[in-house]
């Protein structure tokens, strides 16, 4: 069974950072693009982030770019989303997910592709 599981939500305050993890299981990510999604209360689901396969195309929203760092380590089945500087507004679920990569093209940053996803992991900027 393909599974994706995200891990290092928390509370942090305002400025501080977190790493957050998508591991895969059932799977091998080597085939795969990765992307990392956001829902906060009462917002629709956004899309934060997203990396190719081979690490070659990387997406950030103008809402993240400069603060968040996609990343993925192949050997270890996990890709990672650093954030750094980190506000209030980025308090959210964050879910990762998985999608088949398709040769020309880019990670894609639209929930509609993805079709393998995580339970989500809380983080909350709070002072």
């Known amino acids: 069974q393909l599974q994706v599981v995200e891990s290092g939500g928390g509370l942090v305050q305002p400025g501080g950072s977190l790493r957050l993890s998508c591991a895969a299981s059932?799977?091998?990510?080597?085939?795969?693009?990765i992307g990392w999604f956001r829902q906060a209360p009462g917002k629709e689901r956004e899309g934060v982030s997203c990396?190719?396969?081979?690490?070659?195309?990387?997406y950030y929203p103008d809402s993240v770019k400069g603060r968040f760092t996609i990343s993925r380590d192949n050997a270890k089945n996990t890709v990672y989303l650093q954030m750094n500087s980190l506000k209030p507004d980025d308090t959210a679920v964050y879910y990762c997910?998985?999608?088949?990569?398709?040769?020309?093209?880019?990670?894609?940053?639209?929930?509609?592709?993805?079709?393998?996803w995580g339970q989500g992991t809380q983080v909350t900027v709070d002072s």
């Open positions: 990396i190719s396969r081979n690490g070659g195309t990387r």
């Open positions: 997910a998985a999608m088949s990569s398709r040769p020309g093209f880019s990670c894609s940053a639209q929930e509609y592709e993805y079709n393998t």
């Open positions: 059932g799977f091998t990510l080597d085939y795969y693009d």
